[in-house]
């Protein structure tokens, strides 16, 4: 049996600059001094004219790409989750979504899988804060596949968005040939009636293992990827939790403010249904190897099949 390709979605970003620049000359990406680590430095060495470094000033590199944005430009300004949502969180409210430019933040090293870094750096609050900001797209990749497709997408997207990209190589298992993307519309993965799985970003591949183990057990979970948080796929989220009556998610984020609270957020008002959030339960990370921090903070397959399973049960 062959072994299962992995790749960050870091890396995929980086990889999908360069396939854009290939084919558009109009857009501009931004670092914050770490070009080495986002991977925006693959296009900066294939294209350095088009490659701008502000430095450690994350502010300033939000400003920058907002005013790139009002000139007519399109940039891809690129710093770790922590620093974008977080230090440079007033100019991007500010500079970027009060006027709604065009300019794509795209976050690497997101969630308790930054690892080694520990809490300082494992940015856990992201996407409760993009989200509140009014006109932001926010969205999270599950593989490369989706990845590269969704940075591709953003090109012809208008508007503010926020791309939430991780540091740990995670499984490649959207087919490449096969795969489209589409803002906002979430993906059903895998049929099931007894609850529905609704995951995002790396979690999305730990609940199909999950989904494995729970029909080894005669439960059937329906799997479906939120790719994209806000504007969320409420019609799939709705109609899914009439059609298996639970609904559990699953995100590498607090469980406040995130992924489970949006679906929350739609079912309390159109569909009520009893829900399980799995997630990092309102604490900060810790210092330790990716895989490991996933299994303690309970985001691993086996932890989210026994969790389910008392759920369903």
């Known amino acids: 049996m062959s072994e299962v390709k992995k790749i960050a979605t870091r890396a995929s970003y980086g990889k999908a600059l360069v396939e ?17 680590a986002t991977q925006t430095g693959v296009f900066k060495k294939a294209y350095p004219d088009r490659f701008i470094d502000c430095g450690i000033q994350e502010g300033n590199l939000m400003g920058v790409a907002a ?4 000139a007519g430009m399109k940039p891809f300004a690129s710093t770790f989750a922590m620093f974008a949502a977080g230090r440079a969180f007033e100019q991007i409210r500010n500079s970027i979504g009060y006027p709604h ?10 969630g308790i899988s ?16 993009m989200r509140v900001i009014p006109g932001m797209v926010v969205m999270q990749p599950c593989d490369d596949v989706e990845a590269r497709a969704m940075i591709k997408a953003l090109y ?3 508007g503010p968005a ?26 059903v993965l895998r049929e099931g009636k007894d609850v529905t799985i609704i995951a995002s970003g790396l979690e999305v591949n730990e609940s199909m293992i999950a989904a494995e183990m729970l029909a080894a057990e005669g439960i059937e979970a329906k799997v479906i990827n939120i790719h994209t948080i806000k504007p969320l796929d409420e019609e799939l989220v709705v109609a899914s939790a009439k059609e298996t009556g639970k609904v559990v998610t699953v995100e590498e984020h ?9 679906v929350c957020e739609v079912l309390s008002e159109k569909a009520p249904t009893p829900v399980l959030k799995i997630g ?4 900060f990370g810790e210092s330790g190897p990716a895989v490991t921090l996933i299994k303690k903070y309970g985001l691993d397959a086996e932890t989210i099949a026994a969790r389910v399973k008392a759920f369903v049960k």
């Open 162 to 187: 926020y791309v939430r990209l991780g540091r740990l190589a995670v499984p490649v298992f959207n087919d490449e040939e096969t795969y489209k993307f589409e803002m906002g519309k979430g993906v």
């Open 114 to 129: 930054v690892g080694e870094d520990g809490a300082t750096h494992q940015c856990l609050e992201d996407l409760a804060l």
């Open 280 to 283: 990092v339960n309102d604490t």
């Open 101 to 110: 430019l065009n300019v794509k933040i795209c976050a690497t090293h997101a």
């Open 156 to 158: 012809d997207y208008e």
């Open 20 to 36: 854009l620049a290939e084919v558009h000359d109009d857009f501009v990406v931004l670092d914050a001094d770490l070009a080495a």
């Open 67 to 70: 005013g790139m944005a009002a």
């Open 254 to 262: 607090n469980v406040i403010g995130g992924l489970g609270a949006a």
